[in-house]
């Protein structure tokens, strides 16, 4: 997010909650806190989608062959035939991985981001609509975190 609006109404957010690995969920949290930073940004191509996030976060990446997802940070993931995992947590049962690679950097960027703790990936948006599908970013993460079970997930 990197415009504020002017008035925040009972707005959820939405994570995927990996900071107990023996514990993963879906969850829908009040926006409270909204931290502000500036920050280089990469604007990613997820699919068809374009998207811009903070260059120093990680992505949630996986291969439909393979149940294991990982979380890489988005600095890494250029030309290398990395697939982000996208769904939409209200309405998909079947996720979808689909290429990304970065196509543009920018020095500096004013973020607004919801406030996550270590170990929570944040659900972004790549479409706007009611069923939006989603792809799964983290600002930190523990090496014990770095892995989430495709089958803990649904």
């Avoid at 690679?101 to 972004?124: C, E, H």
Wanted: hydrophobic share 40%; proline share 8%; net charge negative.
């Amino acid at each position: 997010m990197n415009e504020l609006p002017d008035e925040i109404d009972e707005l959820r957010f939405s994570i995927l909650d990996n900071s107990n690995p023996e514990d993963v969920d879906f969850y829908f949290i009040p926006l409270v806190f909204l931290e502000s930073f500036t920050a280089p940004s990469a604007v990613l191509k997820i699919g068809n989608y374009n998207l811009q996030i903070p260059l120093d976060w990680q992505i949630l990446i996986g291969d439909p062959e393979i149940g294991d997802l990982e979380i890489v940070p988005v600095s890494s993931i250029s030309e290398r035939g990395f697939q982000a995992f996208c769904s939409n947590p209200m309405s998909t049962f079947k996720p979808e991985f689909l290429h990304v690679n970065i196509t543009d950097i920018y020095s500096d960027v004013k973020w607004y981001f919801p406030k996550i703790k270590t170990g929570q990936m944040l659900t972004v948006p790549l479409t706007e609509g009611k069923a939006p599908i989603c792809a799964y970013f983290a600002k930190e993460i523990s090496r014990a975190q770095s892995i989430v079970n495709v089958g803990d997930v649904w």
